[in-house]
């Protein structure tokens, strides 16, 4: 058989084990092991064995990792998502599904200092569903718009995701970063259009409230300083080239710690809660990446990706049509797969395709992390969905999907517009030296 | 479970939070230093590099112990208890098999480097002690995943 054929079976052997409940990286880490040592030897395949786990775990680039983690874990403890919902509340609340439109706001502000999707949709779902429910929203449109809005989390920077494919690619923290900000900005207006037509078509989904005047409204503003504060100095300072990425993230997490400390929200409890929450997060993330990493070796030495690239290259047809097949692939993909498990799996398989076709590789870091936002919030696997389901009782993971469902048509909308204008994300990066 | 090895992994937990704060501290140290005292913290880089081998290895065992490692949950639920359970023991055999052979080799990394003498390039720290650290933390690991493949091992028996 050839090394490639070889590959092709070691991904289906892969993909059998994951579905018979073997861990993530376990599935990735056994069949790269086994492959490797079939194709460059026992002895080789051992060594790696011993090098790959210490080596990437002690390794500068990835200790940015944990410390972006932390920074949204201290800004929960904070309290800095129940200010900003208080706020885009009283600017958005008299508005037919204000509440939800409020949500998906805060959301995206929250997104601003905190890395993780997950993290975003759990915090602001803890604010925001009971208060939508108090006021009779209806409980699909609730958890829906909680959902969708978390997803932001990677998106607008820090983002974890944007961690990992910088790790993967080799491509700038600081330029990925970036290059979310914009669309970032033109989802959150997307899922605020969403709702809007979505309470239009059924006003009884989510009632207006009463309006707050005006110069009450711009007070309230002031009240979100510290996650302004935040980002400026976070995003700022990595912009301007004051601090590295990891610097950044080691000050953000003590800058959101201090604004804990100075609310008297640190208590021994949630310290230890938030910490403990990093370490484990940070260990999920390299037990899946070191099997990853062991999966790469296999993948490289069966030269897979560059027959991929090669072919992919040579089709004759367009290299849209490949990126919209990429596309639909991670569509199907985000459905079935683990968030994580499916970056690290298909980033080394598509890079090279991407690359040879001279799409940038900026751009499509911002396509992919829109297209694992879809894959958070689409069936049977929707990992957000997943969280806000066991957040409310009174929905079934059924009835969240439902909600979820018009906020993809938001997401498909901003995949277009970055196919169409790509300088929709690069050109906050291209400013950058 | 053991109460040896729960407590051993409870101080594998607060050697990984301490880690966690160490390296948060020693990046905010070299930043405040550089820019108010005009005085970076020397080998800061290096020292997150090993803070990150105590924060990542130490909590591998409790993440396990959480149920924190990911795992794809569809086909199995469809199926009749025993045979979830008999799958649920496969992929937790699986499991210590990779980890076990895992703790071997990094075991083995660590005896090379010991003996090679390695230090870190700045601060002229030995290395092997950290791979030795981290081999604990691998071992750690496995042995929770012992007690996993027991568990499920009794539940296809007595489902």
Redesign the interface.
Known sequence: MSSTGIGALGIAIMLL??????????SM??VG?FGFAYLSGWNAA??M???V??GN????T??VL??FV?MGHFATMAGLSQELYDTANRWFGHFRGGLAMATVVACGGFAAICGSSLATAATMGTIALPEMRKVGYNAKLATGCVAAGGTLGILIPPSVMFLIYGFLTEQSIGKLFLAGIAPGIVLVALFVVTIAVVTWVNPVLGPAMVRTPVLERIKALRRVWAVIALFFVVIGGMYFG??TA??A???G??GAFLFAAARRRVTWRSL?DA??A???????I???L?GAIILGYFMAVTKVPMALAAFFSRLPVSATWVMIFIIITYVILGG???S??MVLLTVPIFFPVVQALGYDPIWFGVMLVILVEVGLITP??GMNVFVISGMSKEVSIQGVFLGTSPFLIAMGLLLALLMLFPDLALFIPRTMK | MGALLRGAIGVANVVSLLGLVAMTAVTVVDVAGRYLFNRPLPGALELSELLMVFLVFGAFAVTELRNGHVDIDVVVTKLSPRARALCETFAALLSTAFWGAITWRTALHAQNVWRAGETTPNLSLPIAPFVWAATVGTLLFTLALVVRTLAALRRVVRP
């Open positions: 084990l994951m579905a018979f409940r073997v861990p993530i990286g376990v880490g056994v092991f051992l060594a064995l011993g090098l786990p210490y775990v002690a390794s500068f990835l200790t944990p410390l932390l004051v601090f990891t610097e993230a080691a000050v997490a003590f230890t910490l403990v990093t370490t484990t997060t940070t260990a999920m390299f037990g899946i070191i079935l797969m683990d994580l498990a049977p696997i």
